[in-house]
């Protein structure tokens, strides 16, 4: 699959919490963690499971950055 998108940050599967229409992902990209909610349709066509390797793939319009 091509995307236009270049921010990929690759990472593991740490914690998934599955509700009735979404799932919550949480990915380990070294000592940070970053979270994502997916269709439950989504998560079962990938056959996520915790410690599989993914990569956080981010849309720049949708990065918002804050200063320490």
Not at 8 to 15: E, I
Not at 35 to 59: F, H, N, P, Q, W
């Amino acid at each position: 699959m091509t995307l236009s998108a270049r921010n990929r940050l690759p990472g593991k599967v740490v914690k998934i919490e599955v509700g009735d229409i979404v799932v919550h992902v949480v990915v380990r990209v070294g000592d940070n963690v970053i979270e994502s909610v997916i269709t439950k349709r989504s998560a079962e066509e990938m056959k996520l499971k915790v410690g599989d390797t993914v990569s956080a793939v981010i849309k720049s319009t949708e990065v918002m950055l804050e200063k320490a």
